[in-house]
């Protein structure tokens, strides 16, 4: 007993040598949490140290996780910025507190269209919701993509649609907000319902619907052009297809912890400053991210169908997040929590 | 030998529970033990999840308010996810207890061949994050499965759902149940079971009249512990129960999808409830029987059992669960030696270079904090199983609850109350090592726990008392007497504290940080980006590092912890 207690005492004794935070004091540090994935994160990040002598440590979360962590850590935030993801989520934050607004002088050559009209976040690419064929099926059947948004309601795709539970992951939200800002709010509910018969289920993270294209699971997910090409950095056969009848977008941001680390404050400015620049920018096309620039100046890579190329709608993305709680409660009511065929 | 103790008056058991009070009071070091552990659940355990029921139970103001509760408690279908939360639990926890019961049993009553095998392979679900088995059955049965298209022809098979996940939990927690079960069965005191085949009992009537009621606390510590896993788990769910929602993932959806903490919080609490009752349940039931069997009257080895009849029957149903074991651990390791899983099926290694690449310190992390979160979960495990199994005093009900609460918390909402109560003044503790050795610690230490004291219970009080009596105080009798018999119980909340810590996935998705990422949230991020082989030649590389660690560690205890009188000298 006596030795268990003094073992358990001794040991119990070292956790505060672990416990002394371990994020530099020096102000050539800047800690960041990132949705973007990680191996194309590193590229970015790396570059940056490379020009400013700046070190990144980063966390890497989903969208949604990352914000969580933001508002749980609201009181000390461990982290100066928040970078990649979409803009519902910045929108989120801001709404709880969470961020400190700043404007980067670089993003002068970004369309209006992108900016945060509260002039919080940072807009650093964007990417349009298309469809993301998974090509062998495709051959198989001896079938053609489909173009429009009735297309995918043909009955030879039953159980072969995929995407994600709106509630969870901003893509599929994005998906749904575009629907309806398309259709309007009764057909739209007409035509997700019908759908729904074709679907094969909606997955928990966004992430998960392109995968299970890319391994046979269903043939055609909903999800942004970028995610859905994700998996063919790894050899998956995916290829894209865009709604003729037009489609919404994503704009991703990277935007300021409020009350983050004293000492990175400059250092985080550095990074949006970076980042929205043509020099960051530029990094998309290097890097199989498939994403496409905000700013104009930067090259797109190429054979990447940037968003001058599809039927974008005029997606709003403030009045998206602002009704997010009522068309995801409608989802689940109307959609999800109906009878099963 | 099962005595029935009589139930005393209220006054009288009062009066007891005073005067062990006192008794404990006297002896300092088991009074530092007691106030050390009510401190350490106080401040880890008590207070996060207060935190965070406080959290959702008050609204933005800070005013209390019972609306979400009454939201969720009114809506059908966090009811119906209630219901079938319950029930996937239920079902996980009778097979996997099921298959358990039989893998101990075949291992340490009878002389069945390739034991050591079937020991692994008890072991080895445990040692790999428990969504790369949902992998491997997707791999396996999905659209483009190997065995559904590819054997059968078969292309329409829907894999996501219940059964599946039925499938994918009992193989990820038959080995609790198999862990808890092989200690106790072999605790059993030999002689007992040989007195009944002597006295003409057949095998049969021996097992169900002496074998099976003393391991009764095992099998429902075994079905306890299962039961909250199944109910807790979040990445199976996710991962293969396609529209089968459980209440886990109801809870990390809210969260993370819709931004609602404090809804979140509530479902929490509502998971937590269940796990409750279940605790409650076999505190009632394990403690109101008797098991002692360790008398302390000489023993002798036991005989395995040799009729061929019975042996072969249970080896064969091992020997087939293994080749199911088998079969979804060896698609991970053929997955991870080929250029696109599911894909591109050209060999390569490949997968494991990119893979020490991308993730060795991550790794090297993850076995620091396990290591030194398992030792301090194995010890506290032990401490709390001896202040509570045979003792009653005022503070030990706390001190009970308290300490396997954790285990039936939900990852996710573990990390929030956690980065809730430890990042604020006066403690700061996030961002650093120490607050995933304590996560850690705490979840963890129920196994050690549970098995620490079923094995406690099973030793007859007059031992400890024999040793009192001839002149050793407490400390001595429970080292020279409890301690060895702990070991096995020791061990098994080691190596599962150990494991767990490595294996967790939900539970420090929020508390990582850049300087202490850990390995499986670096696995985790390679699924989202469809990087399956290399997350395969990252889990088998886990596997094999694992396997290791717990060959040392069994070495290890076995020198520390061996009966000192081999050293003794024979003469006086």
């Not at chain 1, 001896?142 to 030879?156: F, V």
């Not at chain 1, 928990?204 to 294209?213: E, L, Q």
């Not at chain 2, 996935?505 to 499986?520: C, D, Q």
Request: aromatic share 12%.
């Amino acid at each position: 007993m006596k030795r268990f207690l003094v073992l358990f005492l001794t040991l119990a004794l070292c956790i505060p040598m672990f416990a002394s935070t371990t994020a530099l004091a020096d102000s050539k540090s800047l800690t960041v949490y990132t949705a973007f994935p990680e191996a194309e994160v590193i590229y970015y990040f790396d570059k940056f140290t490379e020009e400013t002598g700046i070190t990144v440590n980063y966390i890497r979360l989903s969208a949604g996780e990352m914000l969580t962590r933001v508002a749980a850590e609201k009181d000390n935030p461990l982290a100066a910025l928040m970078v990649g993801g979409s803009t519902d989520n910045y929108i989120a934050a801001a709404e709880q507190g969470l961020l400190e607004p700043y404007q980067s002088p670089e993003l002068a050559a970004t369309p209006e269209a992108y900016l945060d009209p509260t002039g919080t976040w940072n807009p650093v690419y964007v990417g349009a919701i298309a469809f993301a064929c998974n090509k062998e099926w495709f051959a198989d059947k001896g079938y053609d993509y489909p173009t429009t948004w009735a297309d995918l309601l043909d009955p030879k795709y039953q159980g072969e649609i995929i995407m994600a539970h709106p509630a969870t992951s901003g893509t599929a939200y994005t998906v749904l907000a575009t629907i309806i800002q398309l259709m309007g709010d009764d057909a739209a509910w007409e035509y997700l319902a019908q759908l729904d018969t074709n679907m094969s289920q909606y997955t928990k993270s966004g992430a998960a619907a392109p995968n299970a294209v890319a391994l046979g699971e269903a043939a055609i997910a909903l999800t942004f052009s970028h995610d859905g090409l994700q998996p063919t950095a790894e050899g998956y056969p995916i290829e894209l297809s865009f709604p003729t009848d037009g489609t919404g977008y994503e704009v991703g941001a990277v935007a300021l912890i409020k009350n983050g680390p004293a000492d990175e404050q400059e250092n985080a400015k550095l990074f949006i400053d970076w980042m929205c620049s043509t020099a960051g920018q530029n990094c998309y096309a290097e890097n199989d991210s498939f994403r496409v620039p905000t700013n104009t100046e930067a090259v797109a890579a190429e054979g990447l169908v940037t968003l001058d190329k599809v039927q974008t709608i005029e997606y709003d993305a403030v009045w998206a997040a602002s009704v997010k709680k009522d068309y995801t409660a409608t989802f689940e009511e109307k959609i999800t929590s109906a009878p099963e065929a | 030998m099962a005595k029935t103790v009589g139930a005393g008056g209220k006054s009288s058991a009062r009066t007891k529970k005073m005067n062990e009070t006192k008794m404990i009071m006297r002896q300092p070091i088991l009074l530092v033990a007691v106030i050390v552990v009510i401190a350490t659940l106080l401040l880890f355990v008590a207070y996060p999840l207060i935190k965070i029921l406080l959290f959702g139970l008050t609204t933005e103001e800070g005013t209390l308010s019972l609306q979400t509760l009454k939201e969720i408690l009114t809506s059908h279908r966090y009811l119906s996810t209630f219901g079938r939360t319950l029930l996937l639990g239920l079902i996980v926890a009778v097979i996997s207890t099921f298959i358990g019961y039989i893998f101990a049993y075949t291992i340490t009553r009878t002389n069945a061949p390739c034991k050591g095998f079937l020991k692994m392979i008890a072991t080895l679900p445990i040692l790999s994050p428990p969504f790369i088995l949902s992998l491997s059955i997707i791999f396996l049965f999905g659209k483009q499965g190997l065995i559904t298209k590819s054997l059968l022809g078969i292309t329409s098979n829907n894999v996501y759902g219940m059964p599946s996940l039925i499938v994918v939990q009992v193989m990820s927690f038959f080995p609790i149940a198999y862990l808890t079960l092989s200690g106790i069965l072999e605790s059993i005191d030999a002689s007992v079971e040989d007195a009944a085949c002597n006295m003409g009992a057949s095998r049969w009537h021996t097992f169900w009249t002496v074998t099976f009621p003393l391991s009764l606390p095992g099998i429902i510590s075994g079905c306890l512990l299962v039961f909250i896993q199944s109910l807790e788990d979040f990445s199976n769910p996710a991962t293969i129960g396609g529209n089968f929602t459980t209440l886990s993932v109801e809870v990390y959806q809210v969260i993370t999808g819709s931004y609602d903490m404090r809804k979140g919080s509530v479902l929490a609490i509502l998971l937590l409830v269940p796990a409750m009752a279940a605790f409650l349940l076999n505190k009632y039931w394990v403690n109101k029987k008797s098991f002692v069997t360790v008398t302390g009257k000489p023993t002798q080895a036991r005989k395995p059992i040799n009729e061929p009849h019975i042996k072969y029957p249970l080896f064969i149903f091992c020997i087939l669960i293994a080749a199911v074991v088998i079969l979804f651990y060896g698609t991970v390791i053929f997955g991870s030696f080929v250029t696109t899983w599911g894909y591109n099926y050209t060999p390569t290694l490949m997968q494991y270079q990119k893979a020490l690449a991308y993730g060795w310190s991550s790794m090297k992390n993850s076995m620091i904090l396990a290591l030194i979160s398992a030792v301090l979960g194995g010890l506290l495990g032990m401490i709390i199983a001896y202040l509570t199994a045979k003792r009653n005093y005022y503070g030990k009900g706390f001190i009970e609850i308290t300490s396997v609460l954790m285990f039936a918390v939900p990852g996710t909402v573990l990390g929030i109350a956690y980065v809730l109560a430890v990042n604020t003044k006066p403690i700061i503790l996030t961002g650093t090592a120490a607050i995933l050795v304590i996560v850690f610690t705490f979840r963890n230490m129920p196994v050690a726990i549970e098995s620490g004291t079923t094995t406690l219970l099973q030793i007859d009080n007059s031992i400890e008392e024999a040793s009192t009596i001839l002149g050793a105080n407490s400390g001595r009798s429970f080292r020279k007497i409890t301690l060895p018999m702990l070991r096995n119980a020791f061990f098994s909340g080691l190596v599962y504290s150990f494991v767990k810590a490595i294996t967790a996935v939900s539970a420090v998705i929020f508390l990582v940080s850049p300087r202490w990422n850990l390995v499986t949230s670096k696995i985790y991020t390679l699924f989202d980006q469809a990087k399956y082989s290399q997350a395969a030649a990252f889990v088998t590389m886990m596997v094999g590092i694992l396997l290791v660690f717990i060959g040392i560690f069994n070495t290890l205890i076995n020198i520390l912890l061996a009966p000192r009188s081999k050293k003794r000298k024979p003469t006086k």
